[in-house]
């Protein structure tokens, strides 16, 4: 089983930072492919960005070039770098990713979701 536990949300004005984190733990054997989702009040769960095991990332275009996301393998954690904050950027955050868990001759594929964490922008 694997824990995604993330933190850094919280309520900042238009035009602040926050900086997004999620851990990731358990029986790991390799993580894939990590990433950030939001919803939005009465609005679908969105991706927001990824970024695969090897540093390659992709966005949405509506936060291209003011969020950032990177990740530690070591650490098994990935961040979310979040700049020139909007009052439409106003959502839970979920941390996803895509992990083999085992031993090399008996893994298992799944999606893991964190908990979420609250992210205010006020106007």
């Known amino acids: 089983q694997v824990q995604l536990v993330e933190s850094g949300g919280g309520l900042v004005q238009a035009g602040g930072s926050l900086r997004l984190s999620c851990a990731a733990s358990?029986?790991?054997?390799?993580?894939?492919?990590m990433g950030w989702y939001r919803q939005a009040p009465g609005k679908q769960r969105e991706l927001v960005a990824t970024?695969?095991?090897?540093?390659?990332?992709d966005y949405v275009d509506s936060v291209n070039g003011r969020f950032t996301i990177s990740r530690d393998n070591a650490k098994n954690t990935v961040y979310l770098q979040m700049n020139s904050l909007k009052p439409e950027d106003t959502a839970v955050y979920y941390c996803?990713?895509?992990?083999?868990?085992?031993?090399?001759?008996?893994?298992?594929?799944?999606?893991?979701w964190g908990q979420g964490t609250q992210v205010t922008v006020s106007s």
């Open positions: 996803n990713a895509e992990v083999f868990t085992g031993v090399a001759r008996d893994l298992l594929y799944s999606t893991y």
């Open positions: 358990g029986n790991i054997f390799k993580i894939n492919a």
């Open positions: 970024i695969t095991s090897d540093g390659r990332t």
